[in-house]
């Protein structure tokens, strides 16, 4: 339904993980219609809970008198061990959780979470560099044997 492209681009990502969702009836079906956006958006814990934030999931149209907040925290549903281990790896300087997919699972919404470490500007001028003789590369191997 949703990706967070940008996570790729910004942060190293690692130790992937699924969580479901504490969502209203409103927002559901607007998940389903495909209105939302991670962009933005990244866990917090507090508490031996797991809240996602800043994710934007746009009201729906049919549900007027009855809409809810577009950026509202939504708790996120994990077991107590997960959240621990979670915690544990937040407590590093510069790490953080991310939200990365957001899907439908047997007609029930899941997100794609993995801890994150951000990217220097040198990082990211590295691996596009990386990416480029690759690339560079492959279409010379492609004129010589093509």
Request: charged residues 35%; proline residues 3%.
């Amino acid at each position: 339904m949703a990706t967070n492209r940008k996570a790729r681009q910004d942060y190293f990502l690692s130790d992937f993980n699924e969580a479901g969702i504490a969502l209203k009836g409103s927002e559901i079906k607007s998940i389903r219609s495909g209105h939302v956006s991670l962009t933005e958006s990244y866990i917090l814990i507090n508490e031996h809970e797991a809240w996602l934030v800043d994710a934007y999931i746009a009201p729906y149209e049919h549900a007027r008198p009855f809409t809810h907040d577009p950026r509202r925290k939504r708790k996120l549903l994990l077991h107590r061990s997960e959240i621990d281990r979670l915690w544990n790896h937040v407590r590093q300087k510069g790490v953080t959780i991310i939200p990365t997919k957001l899907y439908l699972k047997e007609g029930l919404a899941k997100i794609e979470i993995a801890i994150a470490k951000g990217k220097s500007k040198y990082d990211k001028r590295q691996i596009i560099a990386k990416r480029d003789m690759e690339r560079e590369m492959e279409r010379h191997y492609k004129r010589k044997n093509g």
